[in-house]
């Protein structure tokens, strides 16, 4: 049995853990997080740590300091304590403090074997600070393999000199048997269209633009082929933007039509099934695009079509199955959301190929066992 320890302090999640969920007779995981990390609820042991990024303050204050003294705000102290009772550890990104942590453990032969999971598609991002660039090096120089969602990452990895042969690509998935498409004819019965949201509600989502897609389609709706049909916009998630979006929203006289709503993640698959078309209108920032965009695999396996804005990893993520268009063009935004609203059999036809492709790509369960044989690759090297 191989021990490993999956290390993600404050971003410790169970979308991304559920890909995790081993033969318990071939990997005893456990993983590593701070006290109060994204979800509550485990998929698997946890291991707490004491963290700077705990601190209530850790978006202002805390992260600024640590960002220029550390490098970086997301320390495990005392992970070294752990050092001896694992084969492998399992970081998340370079340039995290903790991945620092085991690479300067790895460097020491304190621990046996590092893999680091690399997100990142923009090259040579989080070297603004020059600690935060000397740790991304350090722990790249240390790492013995590395796991990539997507291609996209992987090619950024080789970009700042990682060989390729020391990186595998495999797919985030989500459990096909908790998100999958809601019975065709409750769905068909309904007049209602639902468009979804699930995200932050921050700038970089898009989440203003698909606003201003929806009051275009709104004044439109009389226009519509099919009259009877009911439109709503269903936004799950929470940030900066939930104050400004309520006002828009009782400013516009909406209250009936958008809801804005937080959900557990172990309730996210019905929020899909009560749901039409997902919309994930990604726009970059200097530092920041779309990495992978879980949404997306979600929405698939749970037959809804795509409509998104070609930035980031969503083109690779989506193929085929979602609509692309322009980034922050929300004339075409609004003008193919009413296209699948008014083609009941595009929508059909896009949420079946979505099905698919997760069944053939995005299924946890077959990305667990290519986890696992990496770990046994790497292990036995």
Known sequence: ?????????????????????????????????????????????????LSPADFPWFSRGVKYLGNRLLGDAQALLGLEKVANQFDIFHSADPHYYYSYQLAKLRKKNLIKNLIVTSWETIPFNNESLER??????????????????????KSVLIKEGV?????????????????????KDKKSK?????????????????IVDLYEAFKN?????????????????KIVGDGSLRDYLQNQIRLDNFINEITIEKQNYEDIPEVYQE???????????????????????????SGLPIVAYDTGAISEVAGEAGILIPEGNIEKLAT????????????????????????????????????????????NS
């Open 1 to 49: 049995m191989i021990k490993v320890c999956l290390v993600r302090g404050k971003y410790l999640n169970n979308f991304e853990g559920q890909n995790y969920l081993f033969n318990p007779k071939e990997i005893k995981l456990t993983a590593a997080s701070t006290y109060f990390p994204i979800h509550r609820r485990y998929l698997f042991p946890v291991r707490k740590f």
């Open 132 to 153: 935060k660039k000397e740790i991304k090096y350090f722990t790249i120089t240390w790492t013995d393999h590395f796991i990539c969602y997507t291609e996209k990452a």
């Open 163 to 183: 060989r390729p042969d020391k990186i595998s690509v495999v797919h985030l998935g989500v459990d096909l048997n908790k998100f999958y498409p809601a019975v």
């Open 190 to 206: 309904s007049k209602k269209i639902t468009l979804l949201f699930v995200g932050r509600l921050v700038k970089e989502k898009g």
């Open 217 to 233: 389609l709104k004044s439109q709706i009389s226009n519509l082929k099919s009259k009877t049909k009911i439109l709503k916009l």
């Open 275 to 301: 749901s039409d078309i997902l919309v994930l209108p990604s726009k970059r920032s200097k530092s920041w695009e779309e990495q992978y965009a879980m949404v997306l695999v979600e929405a698939m396996a």
């Open 336 to 379: 193919t959301i009413k296209q699948l609203i008014e083609v009941d059999s595009l929508r059909a036809k896009l949420g079946k190929m979505g099905r698919k492709r997760a069944e053939m790509m995005f299924d946890a369960s077959k990305s667990a066992k290519k986890i696992t044989e990496i770990y046994r690759r790497i292990v």
